[in-house]
């Protein structure tokens, strides 16, 4: 195989002969095909980070190509081949040495960089949205004087855009599907699914150019202020044209939105425009404002974690203090809560997550200094109250004016965990603290996690009849996993907890290593698409009631696994009218098909003709 320097300079050289304006938007038609439907077109198995890249690389090209896209064969082989590379480069699946100094740094410094540049950011809306809400509200006046547009015209801008793009692309899916099309207009054929590789269908570039948009399609925004926004988040060519490698910064992130000719635009990825939204305030605000956009951070940090706990546990049995010391100490810290006899001492850190370094050595060193100001640093605030706690008779919690709050008897707790909440995902040496965290050698190690994970996590483990008791067993075995662990994300492992918990402990309470499986986490969202997650303004959740065979299997998984449906999932259906009675129809059906298909499996395509799919 050539070496990734010229496999990227030929997939480079190979897409400048095309024309981008007709070739980035059919590529985003087939990348909406397959995020927003069912037909599947460029087969990709990291779709979204490597279409972020050709399209990317595609704008980062001096020369402008003239002829038109008629195959895609040879772009996904040459995709797929660089995206192997980095696999097999940065691949621990094979444990050479776990406990070796030479194996735990490559460890540390490779998925460090495999994480932050080759990992898709995955989020759900209602979280960024929130975030950019409880971060810079504080910051309003000073956004609006320096760029002229106000947070909620940002986050308006995003909906409408969002609205706008999907229903364009709806429209021209319906008629590629149809096939209501000019076949005799510059297009090209292509096949829609594994299962009929015969049925092609044609597809022009004018008909993909319908899913385009312009400032006059915008109806909720003065066009002044659309006009301003897509001259902050639209990219037209990037500024960078040296840009050449899968992990390159890559411009398109904070700029997801493609300028096309005659001030046509084309949105690439709905999730990605809120995330560049939060990018784009939390540039605007960090250098210049009066208010730290770093402290703004910090605090909105610990004001969400709060909020996540006190929604999670029993208001009436919790005690919670905030920005608190103890025993007439000098350090402040962050949140303490007392759930009958168990403490849960939180501490947060919102430290961004900066590039690290191609080289092993260099980047080791960074991550380990990044840790340290972070991860080490909240484990060390902690420790004070948990060493209190379990080594001292009575535990005394003051205000920043020494002034006593309450003296807390110690004996009574039987559990005090350590928890370290962060604003950033941070990868494998987040998930096993082995790697990086220093302790005593017979401390327990702490708990760390994103605060999206978390609040991810509590929503659904909440769904349990003993939540509290299910979260408490989790963290006592979760535990056990540090210094034995191969995962980059904190939801593989409690996929599994929730999926097969006995299983799961049973893992947890063995010696060798432990290695994840990377889509145990897609858990978390079948239950959001399928049926509401139980965010407090969920969006859409209109859709989330569609019976299809993800949603009966999701329906199916739920009762399963005991979980119950959110209580404000609950209040909407009552308030909608919305019932099982589709689904528990479907279930019967697809039993009844299922039983018929035993006795006469040639007849497949019966499942197909009785549910409609």
């Known amino acids: ?25 059919l590529w985003i038609f087939f990348f909406n095909c397959q995020m927003k439907t069912e037909s599947k077109f460029i087969r990709l198995p990291s779709i979204v980070r490597q279409m972020t890249y050709l399209i990317n690389l595609s704008l980062s090209n001096s020369r402008k190509g003239k002829d038109s896209i008629y195959s895609f064969s040879e772009i996904v082989e040459m995709l797929d081949n660089i995206e192997k590379y980095y696999k097999e480069q940065y691949d621990f699946k094979e444990v050479v040495d776990y406990y070796g ?75 590629f599907i ?86 046509r635009y084309v949105l690439f990825f709905n999730n990605q425009l809120i995330i560049s939204i939060y990018n784009l305030l939390y540039n605007v605000c960090k250098d210049k404002s009066g208010k730290n956009s770093d402290r703004s951070r910090a605090i909105y940090l610990e004001e969400k974690t709060i909020d996540v706990f006190t929604d999670f546990l029993p208001q009436d049995e919790i005690k919670i203090f905030t920005n608190y010391y103890i025993n007439g100490k000098d350090n402040e810290k962050d949140i303490l809560i007392f759930y009958r006899r168990t403490a849960f001492i939180i501490e947060c850190k919102a430290d961004l997550y900066k590039e690290p370094f191609r080289d092993v ?66 990868g494998q040496i987040q998930c096993d603290l082995g790697l990086l965290l220093e302790k005593e050698g017979n401390a327990f190690y702490p708990w760390s996690v994103s605060i999206d994970d978390l609040e991810s996590i509590l929503l659904t483990i909440s769904r349990k009849e003993n939540a509290v008791g299910e979260l408490i067993t989790y963290l006592i075995n979760r535990e056990k996993l540090h210094e034995r662990l191969i995962c980059s994300d904190e939801l593989d492992i409690v996929g599994y907890f929730i999926m097969q918990r006995q299983v799961f402990i049973q893992h947890c309470n063995r010696d060798e290593i432990y290695i994840t499986s990377p889509d145990v986490c897609h858990l978390f969202d079948d239950l959001y698409y399928h049926g509401g997650f139980g965010f407090k303004n969920e969006l859409y959740l209109d859709s989330k009631f569609e019976v299809s065979i993800p949603a009966f299997v999701t329906s199916e998984l739920c009762k399963k696994l005991k979980l119950r449906t959110p209580k404000n999932i609950q209040k909407f259906k009552k308030e909608n009218n919305i019932d099982n009675e589709r689904m528990n129809e479907f279930r019967k059906e697809f039993y009844d098909t299922t039983e018929i298909l035993e006795k006469y499996p040639e007849k497949k395509d019966l499942l197909k003709q009785i549910l409609g799919i």
């Open 178 to 263: 149809s096939q209501d099309v000019d076949k005799n207009a510059d297009g090209t054929y292509c096949y829609p699914s594994f299962e009929n590789e015969s049925d092609t269908k044609f597809i022009s570039f004018d008909l993909v150019n319908q899913q385009t948009f312009s400032i006059d399609d915008y109806k909720r925004l003065d066009k002044s202020k659309v006009k301003k926004i897509l001259s902050l988040l639209s990219l037209k060519q990037t500024s960078n044209l040296d840009y050449l490698y899968y992990t390159d910064s890559c411009e398109l992130l904070n700029k997801p939105i493609i300028q096309l000719p005659n001030n």
């Open 361 to 426: 050595e260099k980047s080791y060193k960074r991550t380990e200094r990044e840790f340290k100001t972070s991860i080490q640093k909240a484990y060390d605030q902690a420790l004070e109250v948990q060493s209190a706690i379990y080594n001292g008779k009575e535990l005394t919690i003051s205000d920043k004016n020494k002034n006593e709050i309450e003296c807390i008897k110690t004996n009574k707790i039987e559990n005090a965990f350590i928890i370290l909440v962060t604003q950033e995902r941070f």
């Open 1 to 25: 195989m050539q070496n990734i320097e010229q496999q990227s300079s030929n997939l480079k050289v190979y897409i400048s002969q095309f024309d981008i304006n007709k070739a980035i938007p």
């Open 101 to 175: 100094e030479t194996y735990r740094k490559n460890l540390v410094a490779q998925t460090t960089y495999l994480n932050y540049f080759l990992n898709a950011s995955l989020v759900y809306v209602e979280q960024v949205i929130e975030r950019i809400q409880g971060t810079f509200s504080s910051l309003e006046d000073f956004i609006s004087e320096s760029i002229n547009i106000s947070i909620n015209d940002l986050i308006t801008f995003y909906f409408e855009t969002t609205q706008i793009s999907t229903l364009k692309f709806m429209e021209c899916y319906s008629n």
